[in-house]
Structures are given as C-alpha cells and as structure tokens.
C-alpha cells in the first residue's frame, strides 16, 4: 500500500494575508491545484521518508526541522531544512509558499508535507495526504475560528487571520478597537485563552466577569493560543464550541490550577519510569487533548 505526501516546490508565490479572507481562500485553492506550486508523490511505506526527505530536500546539513500542525484529529507536518543564519536569508532566493507552511521559518529548499495517524501520545503512523487536505492545513494557518459569548449568555463564531479583533478592526478601525476594547488573558497549560470586550458597553457579561475577576461587559470575543518558546513563536489555535466550553468551566473553578498539566497524572513509583519516558520521546498530543484531559482530569477529582 503506497502512502501519497505532498512537495512544496521552491517559488516566490506566496499568500497574501493582508487581502481579505474570502481572497486568502481563493488564492489558496489556486495555489494548491496548480501542480507547479504543490507536486503529490508516493512512497511504498513509511521507512522510505528519509529517503524522500534526502530526494526532495537534500539538506547539506544531513538535518531537517517539521512543524505540527493538529487538525480532525490527525497530525500534519512540514518537514524542512529551516535557514539557521538570517544573514543568507535573500528574499530572492526563499521559497516563501514554503516558508508559509514551514510556519515563517525561512526555507530555500522544497518542503515535504505528511500526514499521521496518531497511535498514542508517542507514536504515530504515516498515512496518505490529498489535495484538499493540503488546502485545509494551509488555510488554517491563516484563517483562525473564534467564540463570540455574549451577555446574553448566547455564542455564534467568528473567524479572523492574523490578529483575533482584525475582523472588527477592519470594521471599525484599528485606532477604535485599541481604544475602546478590553483586552484579558488567561493561562491554561501552554496555551493563553483571552476575552476581549467593549468596554463602552454597559449589560454586564457574568460569566466572563467571574473568569477574569473584575467587571466585564457586553459581547466578549474569545480566542486561544500557543505560548511562545525558544522553538516556536506563539500561535493562535482555531477555538471550537466544545473546547471553549471546557476552557470556561475550568477557569471559573477557583481551585482550578490551570498551570498543573503534570502529562495529566500524578507522579508515582509505578509510573515515573513511563511518565519519564514519555518526557523524553516525541510528544504527540493536540492543544485540544491537552484541555479534554485536564477537564477529564478535574472533573474526576471533584465527582
């Protein structure tokens, strides 16, 4: 059984993000069906990736770096030979579409993108990549989903690109939104919920006002992201309905330690040998199942 992956050519055509999101989708959809920009190939299984890596790579380096993207429940990477000196970073010379993928880690060579299985929180299993998967990936990377609740206690999404207000800044303008919104963060494991607010509005957002602790009003606009390390930038996480109701109910708990992921158990002689295997393997678990298994995990210490 083959096992199809997808190869960034090297180009200068890039995504736009600064034209509208209806733009960034149609450019998109043309960039991925135009098999100069993005080629499809096979391998016969899953121990030919390095082999593919070093055809359509070749790093000088013999290295190559990946980003991971989590999407329906499966695992996306990009895998390529990252620009370690910003010096040799020429603008004419990058692969920008490349680049795109590769999360803005600048790349000159050709990138590979696979798709995983996720077997368990260490292990994963190669599996094939189409075209309208490819699109998928790469619009999440510029077109994130937020959760609009308001004071009312209803909830409707809205999607946004670079910024989580550039919808209502390009609405309103950005001068109004700075001076008149309110702007919380809330830590949760690695990643960072924030609220943001009207504050010229007056009805009161009770739930919102008990997660922040202080008076919140009006329509909040709720969004998540990545915390930012010496190996990635921060990113925002698309935000669905289920995982922003976990996030609410856990913030609201006042014994709620939203810094205590602990790889979801509790150290013990048993288990510390695994735990600490786990610790020092590819970790493989989504933004989405680290919060199911902290709200797992409280809602089983308060039954």
């Not at 910024?163 to 494991?189: A, P, R, S």
């Not at 008076?215 to 996480?237: P, Q």
């Not at 609201?252 to 610790?279: G, K, W, Y």
């Amino acid at each position: 059984m083959t096992i199809t992956f997808a190869v960034v050519k090297i180009t200068s055509m890039y995504i736009d993000v600064n034209r509208g999101q209806d733009k960034i989708k149609d450019d998109i959809e043309e960039i991925v069906d135009d098999d100069e920009y993005v080629e499809f190939h096979t391998m016969e299984n899953q121990d030919q990736l390095l082999e593919c890596i070093a055809k359509h790579i070749n790093p000088p380096g013999n290295t190559v770096t990946g980003t991971k993207t989590y999407l329906n429940g499966k695992l996306f990477q990009s895998v390529f030979d990252a620009l370690s000196n910003t010096i040799d970073q020429s603008n004419t010379k990058l692969n920008k579409l490349g680049t795109q993928f590769a999360d803005g880690i600048p790349t000159e060579r050709e990138v590979i993108l696979i798709k995983n299985n996720i077997i368990s929180d260490t292990v994963v299993e190669l599996t094939s990549i189409n075209k309208l998967e490819v699109r998928n990936l790469l619009e999440d990377k510029f077109i994130k989903q937020g959760i609009v609740y308001k004071a009312d206690t209803s909830h409707e999404i809205y999607t946004y690109s670079q910024n989580h207000l550039d919808n209502l800044m390009h609405k309103f303008g950005q001068d109004y939104v700075l001076n008149n919104f309110h702007y919380d963060e809330m830590e949760i494991g690695d990643m960072i919920f924030t609220i943001s607010s009207n504050k010229n509005d007056t009805d009161e957002n009770t739930l919102m006002s008990k997660i922040v602790g202080k008076n919140v009003t009006g329509n909040t606009f709720c969004s998540l992201y990545m915390k930012g390390d010496h190996t990635r930038e921060a990113v925002y996480i698309s935000l669905n309905k289920d995982i922003f109701d976990k996030i609410v109910y856990l913030l609201q708990c006042s014994d709620f330690d939203p810094t205590d992921d602990n790889e979801f158990e509790n150290l013990t002689n048993e288990n510390a040998e695994r735990v600490m295997d786990n610790h020092n393997s590819q970790i493989v678990i989504s933004p989405f199942t680290v919060i199911d298994r902290m709200y797992n995990k409280y809602k089983k210490s308060h039954a």
